[in-house]
Nanobody, 117 residues
Framework: QVQLVESGGGLVQPGGSLRLSCAAS????????MGWYRQAPGKQRELVAT???????NYDYSVKGRFTISRDNAENTVYLQMNVLRLEDTAVYYC???????????WGRGTQVTVSS
């Protein structure tokens, strides 16, 4: 079993920044995929960014150049630095992990990010 605990959401003005953190507990490998998804009201959950180990990183085109995903494998923690936030970034952000060697995946409970003037 894996537990994911997110933190760092909040209210920010357009153009501002936030940093999300997600701490994973359980058997975690650096080969597991960790990442962030988000879900805005009335929309489907969508990929934001994923990271495997520290080398393989993937971003949705809408956040590329503004968001940075990183990972501390020693602490089993994944971060999402969000800069130049836009109104359309408003959503609940979910931490995610897919474990390579167990073939399972888990979600965090989500943290609200609201971008508003």
């Amino acid at each position: 079993q894996v537990q994911l605990v997110e933190s760092g959401g909040g209210l920010v003005q357009p153009g501002g920044s936030l940093r999300l953190s997600c701490a994973a507990s359980g058997r975690i490998s650096r080969d597991d995929v960790m990442g962030w998804y988000r879900q805005a009201p009335g929309k489907q959950r969508e990929l934001v960014a994923t990271i495997t180990g520290g080398e393989s990183i993937n971003y949705d085109y809408s956040v590329k150049g503004r968001f940075t995903i990183s990972r501390d494998n020693a602490e089993n923690t994944v971060y999402l630095q969000m800069n130049v936030l836009r109104l359309e970034d408003t959503a609940v952000y979910y931490c995610y992990i897919r474990r390579r060697y167990y073939g399972d995946d888990y979600w965090g409970r989500g943290t609200q990010v609201t971008v508003s003037s």
